[in-house]
């Protein structure tokens, strides 16, 4: 099965950017509609961008230029650039398969918090 690795996470004021990285240790997950997922607590974990097998890209509203999700094939490692971030934007991310794909077992997360 196919293991998870989130990073990038911190503490940033508002309006900062931070860099997230997911490690897989299958080259065939980032062949896959692939992406990243956050949950605030007391919410639902939520997805937030995908990339598809051909390259498409989904954002959620609430990100939408604001976020762009990358991957590097070759370093078996998936991104989310994450620009001009809000305090709603405070929750634990997480990478995963996205849409019909079944769910690979779920990594520890990285935590993003954004506060002044």
């Known amino acids: 099965q196919v293991q998870l690795v989130e990073s990038g996470g911190g503490l940033v004021q508002p309006g900062g950017s931070l860099r997230l990285s997911c490690a897989a240790s299958g080259s065939i997950f980032l062949l896959k509609a692939t992406g990243w997922y956050r949950q605030a607590p007391g919410k639902d974990r939520e997805l937030v961008a995908g990339v598809t097998s051909r390259d498409a890209t989904y954002y959620a509203d609430s990100v939408k230029g604001r976020f762009t999700i990358s991957r590097d094939n070759a370093k078996n490692t998936l991104y989310l650039q994450m620009n001009s971030l809000k305090p709603e934007d405070t929750a634990l991310y997480y990478c995963?398969?996205?849409?019909?794909?079944?769910?690979?077992?779920w990594g520890q997360g990285t935590q993003v918090t954004v506060s002044s």
């Open positions: 995963n398969t996205f849409g019909t794909v079944q769910r690979q077992d």
